[in-house]
């Protein structure tokens, strides 16, 4: 989603910030295993009979964490263009996933929310995510745990001011 130079974020951060135990090499495994566990359990979530597609699931991900967003807000969130959502948005609609209400101060603005079909689709991805995450906290212990934790926040942190 965002398109970093990481030659100079990198060299920038390995200056000021170097965590010293780490080499570049070893940052870079690092993140190349975060995508690669991402996308390992993303597909094994995706893998339940209800036939939603990846885009649909990251849709109810996004109702669930940004509830009655516009559309357009939620297109922007996700990186989709309008149209693409679009097609999302009715297809869930349609099979009882989501809901749509009326802005009070805008009628013509279209509120998007879960739907207690979809709320029960995403918290049941979760609990199996959660099932998968307490298995490898587990086997890392707890200084792992609290580190990894630690990581993220940076991370979120990091990437929240890439856009200013």
């Not at 690669?36 to 699931?57: C, G, Y």
């Not at 009715?90 to 009070?104: A, F, H, Q, V």
């Amino acid at each position: 989603m965002y398109a970093l130079d990481y030659t100079t974020e990198c060299a920038e951060i390995a200056i000021v910030n170097n965590p010293i135990f780490l080499t570049d090499q070893e940052l870079l495994k690092g993140i190349a295993l975060l995508r690669e566990n991402a996308r390992i359990l993303e597909e094994l979530s995706n893998a339940q009979p209800n036939q939603l597609t990846p885009q649909d699931h990251a849709l109810l991900r996004t109702l669930y964490l940004f509830p009655n967003y516009r559309a357009q807000e939620i297109a922007s969130r996700m990186c989709l263009s309008k149209q693409s959502l679009s097609r999302s948005i009715k297809n869930l609609e349609l099979r009882g996933y989501i809901e749509t209400r009326s802005d009070p101060e805008d009628r013509r603005v279209k509120r998007l929310l879960l739907s207690t079909k979809g709320l029960q689709s995403y918290t049941t991805r979760q609990k199996y995510a959660l099932k998968t995450f307490y298995r490898a906290y587990q086997h890392a212990g707890i200084t792992a745990v609290e580190g990894f934790n630690h990581v993220q926040h940076a991370l979120a942190a990091a990437l929240e001011r890439v856009g200013e």
